[in-house]
């Protein structure tokens, strides 16, 4: 594991915990792109396009269940 990988691995496992503190909920899916991005396979800005994307979709999952 590169030093990289290590830092990054850190900054995840930093990231859930400040999350948790919070009382918010990690969904599964968040945090294998996090692991993703910790091992390199995708950059921070994939990353964010894929959240934003799953989000976008629950979100209208719950607008056409409720509308």
Same mark, same amino acid.
Not at 53 to 56: G, K, Q, T, Y
């Given at each position: 594991m !590169?030093?990289?990988e290590k830092k990054q691995i850190a900054a995840v496992n930093a *990231?859930? *915990?400040i999350t948790a503190i919070g009382g918010a909920p990690i969904s599964s899916y968040a945090q294998s792109l !996090?692991?993703?991005w910790a091992h390199g396979?995708?950059?921070g800005k994939q990353m964010k396009q894929a959240l934003l *994307?799953?989000?976008?979709r629950i979100a209208e999952q719950e607008h056409q269940s409720h509308g």
């Open positions: !590169s030093p990289l *990231a859930d *915990a !996090s692991v993703s396979e995708l950059t *994307a799953n989000h976008r």
